[in-house]
């Protein structure tokens, strides 16, 4: 099941407890309740009908279906301007304003393909980000886990928001993972998943410092030294 189905599903669920939290796995310490005071918030049906992000992409069809019933989850995720637009943010402005600037350095040279980016509830140290690039053949746009444990990691963990929200709610039963990007060989999900990786991450599931052995770095990062720095990196680390 995928999309609007699937989604409907979630809302489903969460009406019969709008303020439980969505991230229960961060009880008693951080609370993200579903619905914000339990009462559901939907965008207005005007606005809704005439939505776009500032791309002029359309928004897929469980975040309309998402909208339609609720705003408050992605309000406090920072999506949209005090006058109710939407506000993404460049990839490397995301993770700086998440993690620290340094940090949002290293992810300069994927932000003008991951240029409309949305931060998602979901991790604890890691962070979940959804990225308005091209839709998979669901009109979705892919979900992805940022990590920096251990060395600077993006991947991708879901083919988009309806997936991303199932599970998050229970409903998928996909067990624990041994990777973000576990569902690249799903048997529902999987040819998602790939496509994406092939649309992002020149076929690959994630970009893992040092990101210039990354096949897609050799698309989209800087030529040695036109950055100013002697591995043409953003923050000239070796």
């Not at 962070?127 to 886990?145: C, H, K, N, Q, S």
């Not at 800087?222 to 100013?228: C, F, R």
């Not at 591995?231 to 070796?238: I, P």
Request: proline share 9%; charged share 20%.
């Amino acid at each position: 099941m995928h999309g609007v189905p699937l989604t409907e599903q979630v809302i489903a669920a969460v009406r019969r407890d709008p303020a439980a939290s969505a991230l229960p796995y961060l009880l008693p310490y951080v609370n993200v309740p579903w619905v914000e005071g339990g009462v559901a918030n939907p965008m207005a049906e005007d606005r809704l009908a005439d939505a776009t992000f500032p791309s002029g992409r359309p928004l897929s069809p469980s975040l309309r279906a998402w909208l339609a019933y609720d705003i408050s989850l992605l309000e406090r995720h920072k999506w949209f301007t005090p006058d109710g637009d939407f506000a993404p943010r460049p990839l490397d402005q995301l993770v700086g304003d998440e993690m620290g600037d340094f940090w949002g350095a290293e992810f300069a040279w994927l932000s003008g393909r991951l240029s409309e980016c949305f931060l998602l509830p979901g991790g604890s140290d890691s962070r979940r980000i959804l990225a308005v690039t091209d839709p998979d053949e669901e009109g979705e746009y892919p979900v992805f886990a940022l990590d920096l444990d251990d060395l600077p990691y993006l991947g991708l963990m879901y083919p988009g928001f309806d997936v991303y929200l199932a599970d998050t709610a229970g409903l998928l039963g996909l067990g624990e993972r041994e990777t973000y990007s576990d569902l690249i060989h799903h048997g529902t999900y999987g040819s998602r998943m790939r496509r994406h990786a092939a649309q992002c991450f020149a076929g690959e599931s994630c970009v893992q410092y040092p990101f210039e052995f990354a096949p897609v770095y050799k698309q989209l990062g800087p030529e040695p030294g036109q950055d100013g720095t002697p591995n043409g990196t953003a923050t000239g680390r070796s």
